[in-house]
Protein backbone atom coordinates (compact mmCIF):
# COMPACT_ATOMS: atom_id res chain seq x y z
CA UNK A 1 0.00 0.00 0.00
CA UNK A 2 1.73 3.46 -1.03
CA UNK A 3 1.87 6.29 1.75
CA UNK A 4 -0.32 8.40 -0.35
CA UNK A 5 -3.19 5.24 -0.35
CA UNK A 6 -2.67 5.35 3.84
CA UNK A 7 -3.13 9.26 3.55
CA UNK A 8 -6.32 8.56 1.82
CA UNK A 9 -7.98 6.27 4.17
CA UNK A 10 -6.74 8.12 6.69
CA UNK A 11 -8.18 11.33 5.70
CA UNK A 12 -11.60 9.64 4.03
CA UNK A 13 -13.88 9.85 7.22
CA UNK A 14 -13.68 13.97 7.27
CA UNK A 15 -15.22 14.00 3.41
CA UNK A 16 -18.42 13.77 5.44
CA UNK A 17 -18.06 16.17 8.09
CA UNK A 18 -17.41 18.46 5.13
CA UNK A 19 -20.07 17.72 2.89
CA UNK A 20 -21.61 21.64 3.49
CA UNK A 21 -18.19 23.70 3.34
CA UNK A 22 -17.84 24.07 -0.03
CA UNK A 23 -16.63 27.72 0.24
CA UNK A 24 -18.46 30.32 -1.99
CA UNK A 25 -16.06 33.67 -2.91
CA UNK A 26 -19.37 35.55 -2.77
CA UNK A 27 -21.70 34.20 -0.27
CA UNK A 28 -19.40 31.82 2.60
CA UNK A 29 -22.19 29.70 2.20
CA UNK A 30 -22.75 25.86 0.59
CA UNK A 31 -24.34 25.78 -2.71
CA UNK A 32 -28.23 25.29 -2.88
CA UNK A 33 -29.63 22.27 -4.49
CA UNK A 34 -30.70 24.00 -7.59
CA UNK A 35 -27.43 25.35 -7.85
CA UNK A 36 -26.05 21.71 -7.61
CA UNK A 37 -28.21 20.20 -10.05
CA UNK A 38 -27.26 23.12 -12.49
CA UNK A 39 -23.45 22.35 -11.93
CA UNK A 40 -24.40 18.67 -12.96
CA UNK A 41 -26.47 19.74 -16.07
CA UNK A 42 -24.81 19.34 -19.87
CA UNK A 43 -22.79 22.13 -20.83
CA UNK A 44 -20.20 23.45 -23.01
CA UNK A 45 -16.75 22.50 -21.99
CA UNK A 46 -14.82 25.30 -20.66
CA UNK A 47 -12.34 26.72 -22.46
CA UNK A 48 -8.88 24.88 -22.67
CA UNK A 49 -6.30 28.10 -22.43
CA UNK A 50 -8.28 29.14 -19.23
CA UNK A 51 -7.95 25.67 -17.41
CA UNK A 52 -4.58 24.50 -18.66
CA UNK A 53 -1.68 26.62 -19.03
CA UNK A 54 1.68 26.19 -19.89
CA UNK A 55 3.12 26.54 -16.43
CA UNK A 56 0.16 25.26 -14.68
CA UNK A 57 1.22 21.89 -12.10
CA UNK A 58 0.48 18.20 -13.01
CA UNK A 59 0.17 15.72 -9.83
CA UNK A 60 0.18 13.34 -12.51
CA UNK A 61 0.95 13.36 -16.62
CA UNK A 62 0.21 10.38 -19.14
CA UNK A 63 1.23 10.81 -22.58
CA UNK A 64 -1.82 11.31 -25.34
CA UNK A 65 -4.14 11.12 -22.19
CA UNK A 66 -7.31 11.24 -23.32
CA UNK A 67 -8.80 13.12 -19.97
CA UNK A 68 -7.29 15.82 -17.88
CA UNK A 69 -8.83 16.47 -14.91
CA UNK A 70 -8.45 20.12 -13.02
CA UNK A 71 -9.19 21.35 -9.70
CA UNK A 72 -9.17 24.70 -8.67
CA UNK A 73 -8.44 24.37 -4.83
CA UNK A 74 -7.25 26.30 -1.42
CA UNK A 75 -5.26 24.62 0.61
CA UNK A 76 -6.98 26.13 3.93
CA UNK A 77 -10.58 25.17 2.43
CA UNK A 78 -11.70 22.06 4.94
CA UNK A 79 -14.03 21.16 1.53
CA UNK A 80 -10.75 20.76 -0.66
CA UNK A 81 -9.26 18.89 2.41
CA UNK A 82 -12.59 16.41 2.48
CA UNK A 83 -11.84 16.57 -1.23
CA UNK A 84 -8.41 15.17 -1.29
CA UNK A 85 -8.58 11.70 -0.39
CA UNK A 86 -10.74 11.23 -3.26
CA UNK A 87 -8.27 12.88 -5.58
CA UNK A 88 -5.67 11.13 -4.20
CA UNK A 89 -7.58 7.60 -4.42
CA UNK A 90 -8.33 8.73 -8.20
CA UNK A 91 -4.37 9.48 -9.06
CA UNK A 92 -3.75 6.06 -8.07
CA UNK A 93 -6.37 4.36 -9.79
CA UNK A 94 -6.10 5.86 -12.76
CA UNK A 95 -2.50 6.31 -12.92
CA UNK A 96 -0.65 6.37 -16.36
CA UNK A 97 -4.32 7.26 -18.20
CA UNK A 98 -5.33 10.56 -17.33
CA UNK A 99 -3.89 14.42 -16.25
CA UNK A 100 -4.83 15.85 -12.78
CA UNK A 101 -4.27 19.70 -12.76
CA UNK A 102 -4.02 21.50 -9.55
CA UNK A 103 -4.77 25.20 -9.91
CA UNK A 104 -4.64 27.72 -7.18
CA UNK A 105 -7.83 29.49 -5.68
CA UNK A 106 -7.40 30.93 -2.28
CA UNK A 107 -10.37 32.07 -1.14
CA UNK A 108 -10.51 36.18 -0.09
CA UNK A 109 -11.85 35.03 3.32
CA UNK A 110 -9.37 32.81 4.77
CA UNK A 111 -5.89 34.38 6.54
CA UNK A 112 -3.62 31.84 5.29
CA UNK A 113 -4.67 30.39 1.56
CA UNK A 114 -2.86 32.81 -0.37
CA UNK A 115 0.37 32.11 1.97
CA UNK A 116 0.01 28.75 1.73
CA UNK A 117 -0.27 28.89 -2.11
CA UNK A 118 2.75 30.59 -2.63
CA UNK A 119 4.48 28.35 -0.46
CA UNK A 120 3.45 25.26 -2.63
CA UNK A 121 4.25 27.19 -5.12
CA UNK A 122 7.89 27.81 -3.46
CA UNK A 123 8.13 24.28 -3.01
CA UNK A 124 7.52 23.69 -6.74
CA UNK A 125 10.49 25.76 -7.58
CA UNK A 126 12.29 22.83 -5.90
CA UNK A 127 10.80 20.35 -7.44
CA UNK A 128 9.12 19.43 -4.25
CA UNK A 129 5.24 20.73 -5.25
CA UNK A 130 3.75 17.22 -4.35
CA UNK A 131 5.31 16.97 -1.40
CA UNK A 132 4.28 20.16 0.09
CA UNK A 133 0.78 19.95 -1.79
CA UNK A 134 0.25 16.76 0.56
CA UNK A 135 2.02 18.57 4.12
CA UNK A 136 -0.33 21.32 3.67
CA UNK A 137 -3.45 19.23 3.86
CA UNK A 138 -1.85 16.46 6.30
CA UNK A 139 -1.58 19.43 8.55
CA UNK A 140 -4.46 21.75 7.61
CA UNK A 141 -6.07 21.08 11.26
CA UNK A 142 -2.87 22.48 12.98
CA UNK A 143 -2.57 26.07 10.74
CA UNK A 144 -6.21 26.86 9.64
CA UNK A 145 -8.33 28.63 10.05
CA UNK A 146 -5.82 31.28 12.07
CA UNK A 147 -6.21 34.95 12.01
CA UNK A 148 -2.38 35.29 12.35
CA UNK A 149 0.18 34.27 9.29
CA UNK A 150 1.66 31.38 9.46
CA UNK A 151 4.46 31.87 7.03
CA UNK A 152 7.01 31.09 9.55
CA UNK A 153 5.27 27.22 10.06
CA UNK A 154 5.49 26.94 6.01
CA UNK A 155 9.20 27.66 6.00
CA UNK A 156 9.35 24.90 8.89
CA UNK A 157 7.76 22.38 6.68
CA UNK A 158 10.04 23.30 4.10
CA UNK A 159 12.87 22.16 6.26
CA UNK A 160 10.53 19.06 6.97
CA UNK A 161 10.88 18.15 3.45
CA UNK A 162 14.35 18.86 2.97
CA UNK A 163 14.70 21.70 0.43
CA UNK A 164 17.03 24.46 0.76
CA UNK A 165 15.13 26.87 3.51
CA UNK A 166 16.76 29.90 2.47
CA UNK A 167 16.07 29.64 -1.09
CA UNK A 168 12.21 28.70 0.16
CA UNK A 169 11.86 31.64 1.70
CA UNK A 170 13.23 34.43 -0.86
CA UNK A 171 10.64 32.19 -3.30
CA UNK A 172 8.01 32.59 -0.88
CA UNK A 173 8.88 36.47 -0.53
CA UNK A 174 9.48 36.66 -4.54
CA UNK A 175 6.24 38.73 -5.74
CA UNK A 176 6.64 36.51 -8.64
CA UNK A 177 5.65 33.79 -6.97
CA UNK A 178 2.49 35.55 -5.41
CA UNK A 179 1.70 37.01 -9.25
CA UNK A 180 1.84 33.15 -10.37
CA UNK A 181 -0.73 32.51 -7.72
CA UNK A 182 -2.83 35.07 -8.23
CA UNK A 183 -3.05 34.08 -12.14
CA UNK A 184 -4.25 30.67 -11.62
CA UNK A 185 -7.16 32.24 -9.39
CA UNK A 186 -7.98 35.02 -12.19
CA UNK A 187 -8.12 32.41 -14.58
CA UNK A 188 -10.46 30.58 -12.19
CA UNK A 189 -12.60 33.51 -12.08
CA UNK A 190 -13.03 34.02 -15.61
CA UNK A 191 -14.44 30.49 -15.87
CA UNK A 192 -17.08 31.63 -13.54
CA UNK A 193 -15.26 29.49 -10.37
CA UNK A 194 -17.20 30.88 -7.40
CA UNK A 195 -15.69 28.14 -4.59
CA UNK A 196 -13.16 25.64 -3.59
CA UNK A 197 -13.11 22.59 -4.70
CA UNK A 198 -14.00 23.46 -7.92
CA UNK A 199 -13.38 19.91 -10.64
CA UNK A 200 -13.53 20.04 -14.07
CA UNK A 201 -13.61 16.55 -16.23
CA UNK A 202 -12.16 17.26 -19.60
CA UNK A 203 -13.57 20.94 -19.40
CA UNK A 204 -17.39 19.93 -17.76
CA UNK A 205 -17.40 20.87 -14.44
CA UNK A 206 -18.53 18.42 -11.70
CA UNK A 207 -21.32 18.90 -9.18
CA UNK A 208 -19.38 20.42 -6.21
CA UNK A 209 -17.46 18.43 -3.90
CA UNK A 210 -17.78 15.45 -6.29
CA UNK A 211 -18.18 11.53 -5.14
CA UNK A 212 -15.18 9.12 -6.34
CA UNK A 213 -18.01 7.09 -8.11
CA UNK A 214 -19.01 10.35 -9.74
CA UNK A 215 -15.72 11.81 -11.07
CA UNK A 216 -14.71 7.86 -12.18
CA UNK A 217 -17.80 7.64 -13.95
CA UNK A 218 -17.39 10.66 -15.83
CA UNK A 219 -13.64 9.96 -16.40
CA UNK A 220 -14.71 6.26 -18.00
CA UNK A 221 -16.82 7.61 -20.57
CA UNK A 222 -14.54 10.03 -21.47
CA UNK A 223 -12.54 7.03 -21.98
CA UNK A 224 -14.66 4.64 -23.47
Known amino acids: MSKNLVITL ?5 SALALGAFVVVAGGSAPSEGAAESAASPSAPAPEDLLVREDSHYLAEAPGAEVTVV ?5 ECEACRAQFPIME ?8 RINLVIRYFPMP ?13 AAARQGELEEMYIKMYETQEEWGESGES ?15 TERFAEDAADPAT ?17 GTPTIFVNGRQTDPMPSYGTLSAMIDRELS
Open 10 to 14: ALIAA
Open 89 to 96: RLREDYDG
Open 150 to 164: KAGEFEGFAEELGLD
Open 178 to 194: LDRVRADFDDGLALGVQ
Open 109 to 121: GHTNSETAATAVE
Open 71 to 75: EFLDF
